[in-house]
């Protein structure tokens, strides 16, 4: 059953706030240096420099996948794959940020997750 065009305009809003948010997030953890993130981010304090590259550099490519493939119709099952992945990476950090008792940033990954999960199942 194909989808009405309301939800297909309410996964593209969601698509392109979530996106911009990894896609910017992405950017930020491949360009700056560990310790200048670190005042903003203090997980990053738990990991090594090239791993924080390599976390930025998932949502970098996650953002673009949930954005790209179904604006130009090419692979388009890269959209919810993409999603997916952004989810699974907020499950890894809510994990990280419990272990941590970071309790209070948790909320934001949930929400991310939760939006990433909607995007998902709304163009599987």
Do not use: C
């Not at 969601?14 to 910017?24: C, E, H, P, S, T």
């Not at 990476?89 to 999960?117: C, S, T």
């Amino acid at each position: 059953m194909r989808e009405s065009k309301a939800m297909n305009i309410f996964l593209w809003v969601l698509q392109i706030v979530l996106g911009a948010a990894f896609i910017m997030a992405g950017i930020m953890k491949t360009t700056q240096p560990k310790e200048k993130l670190a005042g903003n981010m203090t997980w990053v304090n738990r990991r090594t420099a090239g791993t924080v590259k390599f976390i930025g550099a998932m949502e970098l490519l996650g953002g673009l996948g949930l954005i790209l493939p179904w604006a130009t119709g090419i692979a388009t099952i890269l959209t919810p794959l993409a999603a997916v992945g952004l989810g699974l990476v907020m499950v890894l950090a809510i994990g990280d940020h419990v272990r941590a008792k970071e309790y209070n940033v948790i909320g934001f990954n949930v929400i991310l997750g939760a939006i990433a999960v909607v995007i998902a199942v709304g163009r599987f």
